[in-house]
Antibody
Framework: QLQLQESGPGLVKPSETLSLTCTVS??????????WGWIRQPPGKGLEWIGS???????YYNPSLKSRVTISVDTSKNQFSLKLSSVTAADTAVYYC??????????????????WGQGTLVTVSS | DIQMTQSPSTLSASVGDRVTITCRAS??????LAWYQQKPGKAPKLLIY???SLESGVPSRFSGSGSGTEFTLTISSLQPDDFATYYC????????FGQGTKVEIK
Protein backbone atom coordinates (compact mmCIF):
# COMPACT_ATOMS: atom_id res chain seq x y z
CA GLN A 1 0.00 0.00 0.00
CA LEU A 2 1.45 3.32 -1.06
CA GLN A 3 2.27 5.67 1.82
CA LEU A 4 3.69 9.20 1.85
CA GLN A 5 5.31 10.93 4.82
CA GLU A 6 6.26 14.58 5.09
CA SER A 7 9.25 15.70 7.16
CA GLY A 8 11.01 18.96 7.91
CA PRO A 9 11.18 21.87 10.38
CA GLY A 10 7.95 22.89 12.03
CA LEU A 11 9.08 26.47 12.57
CA VAL A 12 10.60 28.81 10.00
CA LYS A 13 11.54 32.47 10.44
CA PRO A 14 10.06 35.16 8.19
CA SER A 15 12.07 35.84 5.01
CA GLU A 16 13.78 32.43 5.25
CA THR A 17 13.23 29.35 3.10
CA LEU A 18 10.82 26.58 4.04
CA SER A 19 12.14 23.11 3.17
CA LEU A 20 10.16 19.88 3.34
CA THR A 21 10.73 16.34 2.11
CA CYS A 22 8.20 13.66 1.23
CA THR A 23 9.28 10.03 1.50
CA VAL A 24 7.32 7.51 -0.55
CA SER A 25 7.04 3.90 0.58
CA UNK A 26 5.18 0.90 -0.81
CA UNK A 27 5.82 1.99 -4.38
CA UNK A 28 8.37 3.60 -6.66
CA UNK A 29 8.51 7.33 -7.25
CA UNK A 30 9.83 6.45 -10.71
CA UNK A 31 6.45 5.11 -11.80
CA UNK A 32 5.72 6.30 -15.31
CA UNK A 33 2.07 6.90 -14.50
CA UNK A 34 2.23 9.56 -11.82
CA UNK A 35 3.52 12.94 -10.80
CA TRP A 36 4.14 13.82 -7.14
CA GLY A 37 2.80 16.99 -5.58
CA TRP A 38 2.53 19.41 -2.70
CA ILE A 39 -0.67 20.98 -1.39
CA ARG A 40 -1.08 23.25 1.64
CA GLN A 41 -3.88 24.26 3.99
CA PRO A 42 -3.67 27.30 6.29
CA PRO A 43 -5.22 26.65 9.71
CA GLY A 44 -9.01 26.62 9.42
CA LYS A 45 -8.93 27.37 5.71
CA GLY A 46 -9.11 25.59 2.34
CA LEU A 47 -6.65 23.74 0.16
CA GLU A 48 -4.11 25.28 -2.23
CA TRP A 49 -2.09 23.31 -4.77
CA ILE A 50 1.59 24.32 -4.76
CA GLY A 51 3.19 22.23 -7.48
CA SER A 52 3.90 18.75 -8.83
CA UNK A 53 6.93 16.94 -10.24
CA UNK A 54 7.62 13.88 -12.43
CA UNK A 55 10.48 11.52 -11.64
CA UNK A 56 12.34 12.94 -14.64
CA UNK A 57 12.24 16.40 -13.05
CA UNK A 58 9.46 17.90 -15.16
CA UNK A 59 7.37 20.27 -13.04
CA TYR A 60 4.10 22.15 -12.87
CA TYR A 61 3.76 25.05 -10.44
CA ASN A 62 0.85 27.15 -9.20
CA PRO A 63 1.37 30.49 -10.98
CA SER A 64 0.59 32.38 -7.78
CA LEU A 65 3.56 30.75 -6.01
CA LYS A 66 5.85 29.95 -8.91
CA SER A 67 8.38 32.71 -8.23
CA ARG A 68 9.09 31.33 -4.75
CA VAL A 69 8.75 27.55 -5.23
CA THR A 70 11.21 24.85 -6.19
CA ILE A 71 10.23 21.18 -6.21
CA SER A 72 12.91 18.54 -6.76
CA VAL A 73 13.07 14.74 -6.83
CA ASP A 74 15.61 12.18 -5.60
CA THR A 75 14.74 8.83 -7.16
CA SER A 76 17.56 7.03 -5.33
CA LYS A 77 15.89 7.85 -2.00
CA ASN A 78 12.31 7.62 -3.31
CA GLN A 79 11.78 11.20 -2.13
CA PHE A 80 10.70 14.55 -3.46
CA SER A 81 11.18 17.93 -1.82
CA LEU A 82 9.67 21.41 -1.57
CA LYS A 83 11.46 24.69 -1.09
CA LEU A 84 9.45 27.89 -0.58
CA SER A 85 11.52 31.05 -0.29
CA SER A 86 10.92 34.41 1.36
CA VAL A 87 8.20 33.07 3.65
CA THR A 88 5.80 35.23 5.62
CA ALA A 89 3.13 34.48 8.20
CA ALA A 90 0.73 33.86 5.29
CA ASP A 91 2.72 30.72 4.48
CA THR A 92 1.83 29.16 7.83
CA ALA A 93 -0.07 26.00 6.93
CA VAL A 94 -0.28 22.25 7.05
CA TYR A 95 1.74 21.04 4.07
CA TYR A 96 0.69 17.79 2.42
CA CYS A 97 2.47 15.69 -0.17
CA UNK A 98 0.41 13.51 -2.49
CA UNK A 99 0.65 11.26 -5.49
CA UNK A 100 -0.60 13.18 -8.50
CA UNK A 101 -2.68 11.74 -11.32
CA UNK A 102 -2.13 13.80 -14.44
CA UNK A 103 -4.36 14.35 -17.46
CA UNK A 104 -2.78 16.08 -20.43
CA UNK A 105 -4.81 18.55 -22.49
CA UNK A 106 -2.40 19.63 -25.17
CA UNK A 107 -0.07 22.12 -23.51
CA UNK A 108 -2.06 22.18 -20.27
CA UNK A 109 -2.25 19.50 -17.61
CA UNK A 110 -4.89 18.64 -15.05
CA UNK A 111 -3.76 17.29 -11.69
CA UNK A 112 -5.63 15.21 -9.10
CA UNK A 113 -4.32 13.90 -5.80
CA UNK A 114 -4.49 10.46 -4.19
CA UNK A 115 -3.29 9.28 -1.75
CA TRP A 116 -2.04 12.02 0.55
CA GLY A 117 0.50 12.08 3.35
CA GLN A 118 -0.68 12.87 6.88
CA GLY A 119 0.52 16.46 6.60
CA THR A 120 2.96 18.54 8.62
CA LEU A 121 2.31 21.93 10.20
CA VAL A 122 4.82 24.63 9.36
CA THR A 123 4.59 27.86 11.32
CA VAL A 124 6.30 31.01 10.11
CA SER A 125 7.26 33.12 13.09
CA SER A 126 10.26 34.87 14.54
CA ASP B 1 -7.39 31.03 -13.46
CA ILE B 2 -10.43 28.85 -12.88
CA GLN B 3 -12.26 29.66 -9.64
CA MET B 4 -14.34 27.06 -7.80
CA THR B 5 -17.26 28.05 -5.56
CA GLN B 6 -19.07 25.64 -3.26
CA SER B 7 -22.44 26.04 -1.57
CA PRO B 8 -23.45 25.95 1.13
CA SER B 9 -20.39 26.62 3.30
CA THR B 10 -21.98 24.71 6.18
CA LEU B 11 -24.78 22.19 6.09
CA SER B 12 -26.58 20.80 9.15
CA ALA B 13 -28.10 17.38 8.67
CA SER B 14 -29.20 14.26 10.50
CA VAL B 15 -28.23 10.62 10.06
CA GLY B 16 -30.27 9.18 7.23
CA ASP B 17 -30.76 12.51 5.44
CA ARG B 18 -30.10 12.96 1.72
CA VAL B 19 -27.43 15.64 1.36
CA THR B 20 -26.46 17.63 -1.72
CA ILE B 21 -23.47 19.93 -2.11
CA THR B 22 -23.05 22.19 -5.15
CA CYS B 23 -19.82 23.25 -6.83
CA ARG B 24 -19.62 25.86 -9.60
CA ALA B 25 -16.67 26.60 -11.85
CA SER B 26 -15.94 30.08 -13.23
CA UNK B 27 -15.61 28.57 -16.73
CA UNK B 28 -16.37 25.23 -18.31
CA UNK B 29 -14.25 22.35 -17.04
CA UNK B 30 -16.10 19.61 -18.93
CA UNK B 31 -16.20 16.70 -16.44
CA UNK B 32 -12.73 17.26 -14.96
CA LEU B 33 -13.91 17.52 -11.38
CA ALA B 34 -13.00 15.61 -8.24
CA TRP B 35 -14.54 15.50 -4.77
CA TYR B 36 -12.61 14.92 -1.54
CA GLN B 37 -13.64 14.24 2.07
CA GLN B 38 -11.57 15.65 4.94
CA LYS B 39 -12.04 14.84 8.61
CA PRO B 40 -10.55 17.01 11.37
CA GLY B 41 -6.78 16.59 11.67
CA LYS B 42 -6.64 14.23 8.69
CA ALA B 43 -5.61 14.48 5.05
CA PRO B 44 -8.25 14.72 2.35
CA LYS B 45 -9.45 11.50 0.77
CA LEU B 46 -10.49 11.20 -2.86
CA LEU B 47 -14.13 10.16 -3.26
CA ILE B 48 -15.10 10.89 -6.85
CA TYR B 49 -13.23 11.79 -10.04
CA UNK B 50 -14.31 12.82 -13.52
CA UNK B 51 -17.44 14.29 -11.94
CA UNK B 52 -19.25 10.99 -11.40
CA SER B 53 -16.74 8.12 -11.16
CA LEU B 54 -16.58 6.56 -7.70
CA GLU B 55 -13.09 5.90 -6.39
CA SER B 56 -12.44 2.28 -5.43
CA GLY B 57 -13.56 1.48 -1.89
CA VAL B 58 -15.85 4.50 -1.54
CA PRO B 59 -19.40 3.61 -0.40
CA SER B 60 -22.08 3.72 -3.07
CA ARG B 61 -24.14 6.22 -1.07
CA PHE B 62 -21.79 8.84 -2.50
CA SER B 63 -22.49 10.01 -6.03
CA GLY B 64 -21.48 12.89 -8.23
CA SER B 65 -23.04 14.54 -11.24
CA GLY B 66 -22.72 17.53 -13.53
CA SER B 67 -20.62 18.87 -16.36
CA GLY B 68 -19.51 22.20 -17.70
CA THR B 69 -19.73 24.64 -14.81
CA GLU B 70 -22.18 23.09 -12.32
CA PHE B 71 -21.63 19.95 -10.29
CA THR B 72 -23.17 18.20 -7.30
CA LEU B 73 -22.05 15.71 -4.69
CA THR B 74 -24.89 13.71 -3.16
CA ILE B 75 -24.87 11.48 -0.10
CA SER B 76 -28.01 9.38 -0.37
CA SER B 77 -28.33 8.48 3.31
CA LEU B 78 -25.98 10.30 5.65
CA GLN B 79 -24.04 8.05 8.01
CA PRO B 80 -22.22 9.02 11.24
CA ASP B 81 -18.86 8.57 9.47
CA ASP B 82 -19.84 11.14 6.81
CA PHE B 83 -19.74 14.21 9.06
CA ALA B 84 -16.74 15.97 7.56
CA THR B 85 -15.71 18.76 5.21
CA TYR B 86 -16.03 18.17 1.48
CA TYR B 87 -13.99 19.88 -1.23
CA CYS B 88 -14.45 19.99 -4.97
CA UNK B 89 -11.39 20.37 -7.21
CA UNK B 90 -11.11 21.13 -10.90
CA UNK B 91 -8.37 19.46 -12.90
CA UNK B 92 -9.13 20.90 -16.31
CA UNK B 93 -6.18 23.24 -15.91
CA UNK B 94 -3.67 22.44 -13.19
CA UNK B 95 -5.64 22.23 -9.94
CA UNK B 96 -7.91 24.48 -7.91
CA PHE B 97 -10.12 23.66 -4.94
CA GLY B 98 -13.42 25.02 -3.73
CA GLN B 99 -13.54 26.59 -0.27
CA GLY B 100 -15.15 23.53 1.30
CA THR B 101 -18.53 22.53 2.70
CA LYS B 102 -18.73 21.39 6.31
CA VAL B 103 -21.41 18.79 6.98
CA GLU B 104 -22.29 18.96 10.65
CA ILE B 105 -24.72 17.18 12.92
CA LYS B 106 -28.11 18.84 13.18
Amino acid sequence: QLQLQESGPGLVKPSETLSLTCTVSGGSISSSSYYWGWIRQPPGKGLEWIGSIYYSGSTYYNPSLKSRVTISVDTSKNQFSLKLSSVTAADTAVYYCARTRITIFGVVAGLMFDPWGQGTLVTVSS
Amino acid sequence: DIQMTQSPSTLSASVGDRVTITCRASQSISSWLAWYQQKPGKAPKLLIYKASSLESGVPSRFSGSGSGTEFTLTISSLQPDDFATYYCQQYNSHAAFGQGTKVEIK
